[in-house]
C-alpha cells in the first residue's frame, strides 16, 4: 500500500486557499497511482499534527505543495510532522520512521526541474506560436520569470533564477529574465531591461490570488492577457501576460515524479496501518446501525448510508440538495450557511439543506472531510493512546510570529479558549478536561481535542498583541 500526503498553507480566513491542492489531490486520485491521496494543512484540517494519523499505509510520502523551499518547508512542517529535521533539506529527501509508518517527505514541487516544461506550457497559452525552435512567427520574444521574492530567504529566489538559466540555454526565447516582486531585480522596471518587441510573463506562484490577479497588472498596468505598451525605452513593446504555473494541471506530474523518486531509494511499498483500519471498523460498526457523529446524522438505507445534518431529521430528501460524491460534501462543509470559512471542522457551524447518499468507502472519506483525523484520534482515545500536548508545550514550539504566544499568561489563554473553544464539539483534553464518552459510545458530540489548534494559537497571538499596544498606548 502506498499514502501520498500533499501539505498546502490553508487559510484561516479564505475557503479558496486549499483549492488548488484539493485539485491536484483529486487529478492523482483518479490516476489510482497510490492507494490513496490525501491533504494536510497548516492552518485548517487535518492539520499537520494530525494528518500522519489519517494515512491508512505504513508507507507515507509527504510533499509540500509550495512554490520554493523557505521556512514552511524547513521549519514549519518537518517540526510540526515529528521528522526531527531543520533546515534545507536534501535532494533525496528526508525518510523517518514515526508511528510505525515510513514517512518520506520530499522537496517542495516548485523546485523540481520539470518545473521548466510547466513554464514553457504555462507561456504556450498565450503564444501559441511558440514552437520547439521559438516562436513560428519569427516575432523576438522575451520571456520573464515572475516570483516574489523575499530578503528572509535567499532560496525564494533560487528557484527562479535556475529557472530562468534553464530556459536560456533552449533558445525558444531571445531573452530570459528573472524578476521578482519583493527583491532585486524588480518587475516594475522590465520596460528597462527588455529590449524584444513581445514579452511573456509567467508568474512562478502557486495559485491564483491576490497578486497575479491584481497587484501584479495594477502595477504593471496590465489590461488584460495582452497588452501594448508603444511609448517604452527600447520602442512599442507588446507584453502577454499567463496564467500562474502551480495551477497548471502537469504540476500532478510533478508531484508523481518526486513521489517516485523519494520511493526510488527505499524499496517497496508498505502494509495496512492496524490501528487505523481498527478505527474505521469501529466506526463502520456504529454507522450500518445508524448512528451520529457531531452536527451529522448517518441513516443506512439499502446499501448506501444517507448522511444529513442532524438538525434536518425527518425533512423530505426532495427538500435537500443531494451530494453524491465525498468532494461534494467537502465542499459543502468547509463554509457555513452564511458563507463563512470553516478552518476548524468540528466548530458547531456545519451548514444545513443537504443530503450525501453514498456508498460505504465513500462514507469513510466523506466523514473524513466533514471531521478530519476524528475517527482516528477518537478511538486512540478510547485506546488510552491519545497523548494530550498542553498548552505549554505548544507554545513553545511557536516560531516565527506566533513566537509571541509564549508571552501570553494563563488567564490569557483561557479567555481566549473560552471564545474559541465554547462553539467547538471537542472536549479540551489538553486544557485537562476529561472526555468520557465518544461518539463512538454514542454520544455525538463526544470528540477529544489533544492539542490546541492553529486557529486557538493565532487568535492567542492577536490577544498578547493587543495587550501589548494597550500597554503602549497607556504610556
Known sequence: MRSLV???????????????????????????????????????EPSLR???????????????????????????IPRELGLGHQGPVPPEGIARVIGGRTVRYTLPYGVHPAMTDVIVARAREVLPELGADGPADGIETALIVLGHGTTRNENSSRVIHENAARLAGTGLFSEVHALFLDEEPRVNGWPDRVRAP???????FASEGWHTLET?????????????????????QQVLYARPVGTHAAIADVIVHLAEEAR??????GDAERGHEAAWQAFLSRARAGTRIGELLITPELGVFEVRHQLDEGRPGGDLMTLVTPEGVRDQVRVTDGGEHRPVHTLRSVPRGWRAVLNEADLRRAVHYAYPAMVEETYAHSCHALRPTPWATTARRQTGIYAKVQRAVPEQVERVATRVCGACLRTRLWAGERLTHSFLDGVPGGMPCAEACTFLVAEVREEVARKKAAAASDD
Do not use: C
Open 264 to 269: 526510488g531509494t527505499l524499496g517497496p511499498g
Open 216 to 236: 501584479i497588472p495594477q502595477d504593471l498596468g496590465l489590461t488584460g492577457q495582452v497588452t501594448d505598451f508603444p511609448g517604452n525605452p527600447h520602442g512599442p
Open 198 to 204: 513581445r514579452v511573456v510573463i509567467v508568474p512562478f
Open 6 to 44: 500533499l501539505i498546502g498553507h490553508g487559510s484561516h480566513l479564505n475557503s479558496d486557499s486549499a483549492r488548488a491542492v484539493f485539485r491536484y489531490a483529486d487529478l492523482l486520485r483518479g490516476a489510482g497511482l497510490f492507494d490513496e491521496v490525501i491533504e494536510g494543512y497548516w492552518k485548517e
Open 50 to 76: 494530525q494528518v500522519l494519523r489519517t494515512t491508512a499505509s505504513t508507507d507515507v510520502t509527504v510533499i509540500p505543495m509550495f512554490i520554493s523551499e523557505g521556512y514552511f518547508t524547513e521549519t514549519v
